[in-house]
């Protein structure tokens, strides 16, 4: 069984930054291509960013890019997500998710085939 653990989601004031930590349980991480994705009330889970199981390859959704950065550390089984600048629209669920795969990352959620349970991350004005 694979198990994905969110944690480092809260309350920020706007224009403070966030490290969201991920942690895979349960296989060898480095065959894991890591997603992150948010949904907000009432809205639809979007993506925002995934690494390769090598960490060489990165994408970011372009609402997003240049203020988040993702990374990764097979030392102890964890995908980071920081955000910079965070605004009052990026309050919302965040969830990380794996695909145990060599192909290049995806940003579809279909792609991802284990899911953490979220953590929730909201930015006061």
């Known amino acids: 069984q694979v198990r994905l653990v969110e944690s480092g989601g809260g309350l920020v004031q706007a224009g403070e930054s966030l490290r969201l930590s991920c942690v895979v349980y349960?296989?060898?991480?480095?065959?894991?291509?890591v997603g992150w994705f948010r949904q907000a009330p009432g809205k639809e889970r979007t993506f925002i960013a995934t690494?390769?199981?090598?960490?060489?390859?990165?994408k970011y959704a372009d609402s997003m890019e240049g203020r988040t950065a993702v990374s990764r550390d097979d030392a102890t089984d964890t995908v980071y997500l920081e955000m910079n600048g965070l605004k009052v629209e990026d309050t919302a669920v965040y969830y990380c998710?794996?695909?145990?795969?060599?192909?290049?990352?995806?940003?579809?959620?279909?792609?991802?085939?284990?899911w953490g349970q979220g953590t929730q991350v909201t930015v006061s004005s």
């Open positions: 998710a794996a695909a145990a795969t060599f192909d290049p990352p995806q940003t579809s959620e279909t792609y991802y085939a284990y």
């Open positions: 690494i390769s199981w090598s960490g060489r390859i990165t």
């Open positions: 349960g296989r060898t991480f480095s065959r894991y291509n």
